[in-house]
């Protein structure tokens, strides 16, 4: 894949790019909090050729520096737009998984002209309205981080978050790069996407692939799929079998299959 930057508001993204001359749309793979592009390596090597590819590091993860005070999701979303400006691309297939689903989900809230088709791996819809304890719950998460201790909490989100030993060694690699105050700068950005109010009456109208691990118990997500696939009026959902939040590292070979046929059927 051939790397680049992209310097933007005192950040320099870094993203990498990898063309197909295939006729098909590009597929925008956009990793989870604390990871980096690398998540999805797998998914890369299966679908290289197949269709054009983008991963990137979201601001203040992997290479993309610095993180600043104030990082939002929503300033994610415009990232990920500012990208597609740069490679002079109208359409996409976004897919992302954790903190990338909701980055998505966020730029077709703001653009959806420039969805071609959505892809969730283990993430909250940022439409529902949630139960006022739930927010109050997630927002609590953050003082408790600050007091675990910063190695142990490490290695018990690596291990929380994904079931392989590939997959934690990854996580523990990539959350190893930031400090404990970055960390919960970007714990507090994933928590804001949650709320009592949601957006009402907003659906996902592209074609749209839900899924989850079947062991992810990374909050309401896997309880609260089932309605979420039944609210949207074109999804494909599917669980991904012995994978926890981290399904598409997880069990990548099924979870590849999954997005590829998804992708050569409603997207090709």
Known sequence: MNARVLERAGVSLHYWHLSADTGRPLLVLTHGATADHAMF???????????????????????????????????????LLALLDALGVEQAVLAGQSMGGLISQYVYLRARQRVKALVIIDAVNIAFAYKKWEVWALKASLPLFDLWPYEHFKRTVARSVAITPAAQEYMLRTIGQLSRAEFLKIWKAVTMAVD????????????????????????????????????????????????????NQDNAPFFNRVLLEFLDKRVA
Not at 215 to 220: E, L, Q, R, S, Y
């Open 41 to 79: 390596d797998q998914q890369v090597a299966a679908l290289a050729g197949k269709y054009p590819l983008l991963t990137w590091d979201v601001r203040g993860h992997g290479l993309s520096r610095p993180l600043k005070d104030d990082f939002v999701l929503q300033d994610c979303a415009d990232d």
């Open 196 to 247: 009592d109010k949601g957006f009402p009456g907003h659906h996902i109208r592209v074609p749209f692939l839900l899924t989850h691990g079947d062991h992810d118990n990374a909050g309401t997500i896997r309880r609260d799929a089932p309605r979420w696939a039944a609210y949207e009026p074109d999804v494909t959902y599917t669980v991904i079998p012995d994978a926890g939040h981290n399904a």
